[in-house]
């Protein structure tokens, strides 16, 4: 079994930054990708960053390009989400997820989820 456990969300003006962390423990396989998700109120769960276990390879839902960077500390087991120039439409649950081989944007496509960290920028 795998925990994943978020930190690191909070309340932040639009334009201020936030860096959320992942750090997974039990049984982790090789060759994973984690992956950042958020869900506002009343809307799906959605997709927003990708890194795989190497971490030579990410992927970024576009609202969140040049903004967002996700990286990750093998050593640590921890995967990193630092979000820059918020905005209010970034407010959201964060969550983080865990699957094996392979980018995936859909939350159907990942075995593995964390209990999420509350992101709210205000205006």
């Known amino acids: 079994q795998v925990q994943l456990v978020e930190s690191g969300g909070g309340l932040v003006q639009a334009g201020g930054s936030l860096r959320l962390s992942c750090a997974a423990s039990?049984?982790?396989?090789?060759?994973?990708?984690m992956a950042w998700f958020r869900q506002a109120p009343g809307k799906e769960r959605e997709f927003v960053a990708a890194i795989t276990s190497s971490g030579r390879s990410t992927f970024y839902t576009d609202s969140v390009k040049g903004r967002f960077t996700i990286s990750k500390d093998n050593a640590k087991n921890t995967v990193y989400l630092q979000m820059n120039s918020l905005e209010p439409e970034d407010t959201a649950g964060y969550y983080c997820?865990?699957?094996?081989?392979?980018?995936?944007?859909?939350?159907?496509?990942?075995?593995?989820w964390g209990q999420g960290t509350q992101v709210t920028v205000s205006s």
């Open positions: 039990g049984r982790t396989f090789s060759g994973y990708t």
């Open positions: 997820a865990l699957r094996g081989l392979g980018i995936a944007t859909m939350p159907r496509e990942y075995d593995y």
